[in-house]
């Protein structure tokens, strides 16, 4: 039998975890090819995400009828909301197997149905041709797509995090780097395709040419995948024949408070994540910029997420990671609305291409610990679950909706700046919860 998991009032300590079942030691050889195995199906799957969020204004014309181009996007994107509502439950179910099964188990599972997903989207007819059947074959494309990231984040953070306890930040950090470099590849098919190609072609046909893109990558993710080594942190327990405690009813009975403050700590950064998804669209829809110029801002954004993220996760190791993370929430929430209403005052290439950067810098800084700050909260035994479920659960009321909101906003207010609000509101909320992990869960 393995030792009890401590009570959530017990502290967790930023260098040297408390969790009895934790590893610690030396630098692991196998690390570089850790971050590899994990990244790499991790962007492939938040690569077809993102893609969907840049492409919605032209799925929205091909799956739903009615000439109302604003219409239109907000169903593209209410979709894109609606099918994040299962992601909680792909990611109890796909976590709890990951913690009984192993990491290495659940990661080939997950890349096997986002593969799915995604050859659904690519080659489903529009509402021209099946009707009412095309709009219900892509929300069930969706639904695949958002159970299986469901489990992805949980079981892919924790075998990144337990290679090696002195490095956590640093190796937790590359959960968030590879979702930058997804949007670094989403950012720069949509720039190229929309210069490349006309309206037209891009409605009838050029949006499924990433997806495809994307199949052609899942089969080297899942290769991958199928044969890395599990994580020393459950190697030998999964070899052991002990009766093995539900990984859920211990979330859920131990750790709930570890549960809000892992989410609560989340909120703004997947906000402004699908803020800058949502961009592009409203740089062409509310300033009137040119679609593919849009869609580089973003790719600079990308880039930024992708390089910046691990420098930050490793100047976490050493000094700190709520040192870090508390001062950049505070400053992503005085900065989101003077950023919005210079937007609009001076609508332009170079002014949206510093908003976006500088929002994208923003997030690298705050999210590059965050991972092995959720991961400190929950036991190996019962980690992947704890994470999935804290972080689909926000990502579902927070994230998937989040161009949604945007949109309804200004729909609704008839103010462009009205999503700037919206984020001041998710980084007040995420301060409150680091601020109550610092002083309940002593997380440095």
């Given at each position: 039998?393995?030792?009890?998991?401590?009570?959530?009032t017990?502290?967790?300590?930023?260098?040297?975890?408390?969790?009895?079942?934790?590893?610690?030691g030396?630098s692991?050889?196998?690390?570089?090819?850790?971050?590899?195995?994990?990244?790499?199906?991790?962007?492939?799957?938040?690569?077809d995400?993102?893609?969907?969020?840049?492409?919605?204004?032209?799925?929205?014309?091909?799956f739903?009828?009615?000439?109302?181009p604003?219409?239109?996007?907000?169903?593209?994107?209410?979709?894109f909301?609606?099918?994040?509502?299962?992601r909680?439950?792909?990611?109890?179910?796909l976590?709890?197997y990951?913690?009984?099964?192993?990491r290495?188990?659940?990661?080939?599972l997950?890349?096997r149905?986002?593969?799915?997903?995604?050859?659904?989207?690519?080659?489903m007819?529009?509402?021209?041709t099946?009707?009412?059947?095309?709009?219900?074959?892509?929300?069930?494309?969706r639904?695949?797509?958002?159970?299986?990231?469901?489990?992805?984040f949980?079981?892919?953070?924790?075998?990144?995090?337990?290679q090696?306890e002195?490095?956590?930040?640093?190796?937790?950090?590359?959960?968030?780097a590879?979702q930058?470099?997804?949007?670094l590849?989403a950012a720069?098919f949509?720039?190229v395709?929309?210069?490349?190609l006309?309206?037209?072609?891009?409605?009838?046909?050029?949006?499924?040419?990433?997806?495809?893109?994307?199949?052609?990558?899942?089969?080297?993710?899942?290769?991958?995948?199928?044969?890395?080594?599990?994580s020393?942190?459950?190697?030998?327990?999964?070899?052991?024949d002990a009766?093995?405690?539900?990984?859920?009813?211990?979330v859920?009975?131990?750790?709930?408070s570890g549960?809000?403050?892992?989410?609560?700590a989340?909120?703004?950064?997947?906000?402004?994540?699908?803020?800058?998804?949502y961009?592009p669209?409203?740089?062409?829809?509310?300033?009137?910029?040119?679609?593919?110029?849009s869609?580089?801002?973003l790719?600079?954004a990308?880039?930024?997420?992708?390089?910046?993220?691990?420098?930050?996760?490793?100047?976490?190791d050493?000094?700190?990671?709520?040192?870090?993370?508390?001062?950049?929430?505070?400053?992503?929430g005085?900065?989101?609305?003077?950023?919005?209403l210079?937007?609009?005052?001076s609508?332009?290439?170079?002014?949206f291409?510093?908003?976006?950067?500088v929002?994208?810098?923003?997030?690298?800084?705050?999210?590059?610990?965050?991972?092995?700050?959720?991961?400190?909260?929950?036991?190996?035994?019962?980690?992947a679950?704890?994470?999935?479920?804290?972080y689909?659960?926000?990502?579902?009321?927070?994230?998937g909706?989040?161009?949604?909101?945007?949109?309804?906003?200004?729909e609704a207010?008839?103010?462009?700046?009205?999503?700037?609000?919206?984020?001041?509101?998710?980084?007040?909320l995420s301060?409150?919860?680091?601020?109550?992990?610092?002083r309940?869960?002593r997380?440095?």
């Amino acid at each position: 039998m393995t030792a009890p998991s401590p009570q959530p009032t017990q502290p967790i300590q930023s260098a040297q975890s408390t969790h009895p079942d934790d590893t610690s030691g030396p630098s692991r050889p196998t690390a570089r090819r850790a971050i590899a195995v994990a990244s790499i199906g991790n962007a492939l799957e938040f690569f077809d995400l993102a893609l969907y969020a840049l492409m919605a204004s032209y799925i929205g014309r091909t799956f739903f009828p009615g000439g109302n181009p604003g219409v239109q996007l907000v169903q593209a994107y209410a979709v894109f909301g609606v099918t994040y509502l299962i992601r909680p439950l792909g990611g109890l179910l796909l976590g709890a197997y990951a913690d009984r099964n192993g990491r290495k188990k659940a990661l080939v599972l997950s890349i096997r149905l986002m593969v799915l997903g995604t050859l659904l989207l690519a080659v489903m007819p529009g509402y021209s041709t099946l009707g009412i059947a095309s709009t219900l074959g892509i929300v069930f494309a969706r639904l695949i797509q958002g159970f299986a990231a469901g489990g992805e984040f949980g079981a892919a953070t924790s075998f990144l995090v337990e290679q090696d306890e002195r490095r956590k930040s640093f190796l937790g950090s590359f959960q968030f780097a590879s979702q930058g470099l997804s949007t670094l590849m989403a950012a720069g098919f949509a720039a190229v395709l929309t210069a490349v190609l006309s309206d037209a072609q891009m409605t009838s046909w050029g949006w499924r040419v990433p997806f495809a893109f994307g199949l052609l990558i899942g089969p080297v993710g899942y290769f991958v995948r199928r044969y890395m080594d599990e994580s020393p942190a459950l190697a030998t327990e999964l070899e052991s024949d002990a009766p093995k405690p539900s990984p859920i009813v211990s979330v859920f009975r131990h750790h709930w408070s570890g549960l809000l403050i892992a989410g609560g700590a989340l909120i703004v950064s997947t906000a402004l994540n699908f803020m800058l998804q949502y961009l592009p669209t409203y740089g062409i829809g509310q300033l009137g910029l040119d679609a593919s110029l849009s869609f580089a801002a973003l790719f600079i954004a990308g880039a930024v997420l992708t390089f910046v993220t691990p420098l930050v996760g490793l100047l976490g190791d050493r000094h700190g990671r709520l040192r870090i993370m508390i001062p950049a929430a505070v400053l992503i929430g005085v900065s989101v609305v003077p950023l919005f209403l210079w937007l609009n005052a001076s609508p332009s290439f170079l002014t949206f291409a510093v908003c976006t950067t500088v929002l994208a810098l923003l997030k690298a800084v705050y999210f590059g610990t965050l991972p092995s700050v959720m991961a400190d909260i929950f036991p190996a035994r019962a980690r992947a679950t704890g994470l999935s479920f804290s972080y689909n659960t926000t990502v579902a009321l927070f994230g998937g909706f989040t161009p949604t909101i945007a949109a309804a906003l200004i729909e609704a207010t008839g103010s462009p700046v009205a999503p700037g609000y919206y984020l001041l509101f998710t980084a007040v909320l995420s301060t409150a919860a680091l601020t109550t992990a610092l002083r309940t869960h002593r997380i440095q």
